[in-house]
């Protein structure tokens, strides 16, 4: 069973910039699609971008466009989620998750979180105004 690992959170001013990693271990993740979701207190989780398993297509909510990049490296079963101009609404634990049924990312981008991804236990971020 594949496990994720989360880090790279922390606080920032607004208009700062942070980089979140996720690393996988126990399974290779390079043959599914990661994405990265967000959830603030009270708040359901929402998910903020998805990258295929080759990198070929990516997909954003359209608060982050322009301002979250979401990448992978397969070789080292890790992503990335550089998150710039960050703003306080940004605020929430950042979780990675991947989903083993559609490695193009579609299902997890259009259906959002079902019980059959994967994802690791969080890392905060603060974006201070």
């Known amino acids: 069973q594949v496990q994720l690992e989360e880090s790279g959170g922390g606080w920032v001013q607004a208009g700062g910039s942070l980089r979140l990693s996720c690393t996988a271990s126990?399974?290779?993740?390079?043959?599914?699609?990661t994405g990265w979701f967000r959830q603030a207190p009270g708040q359901d989780p929402e998910i903020v971008a998805v990258?295929?398993?080759?990198?070929?297509?990516?997909y954003y909510i359209e608060p982050v466009k322009g301002r979250f990049t979401a990448s992978r490296d397969n070789a080292k079963n890790t992503a990335y989620l550089e998150m710039n101009t960050l703003k306080p609404e940004d605020t929430a634990v950042y979780h990675c998750?991947?989903?083993?049924?559609?490695?193009?990312?579609?299902?997890?981008?259009?259906?959002?979180?079902?019980?059959?991804?994967?994802w690791g236990q969080g890392t905060q971020v603060t974006v201070s105004s």
């Open positions: 126990g399974h290779s993740f390079s043959s599914f699609a």
């Open positions: 998750v991947i989903d083993p049924t559609d490695p193009t990312g579609y299902t997890l981008g259009v259906m959002g979180l079902t019980r059959q991804d994967y």
């Open positions: 990258i295929s398993w080759s990198s070929e297509s990516t």
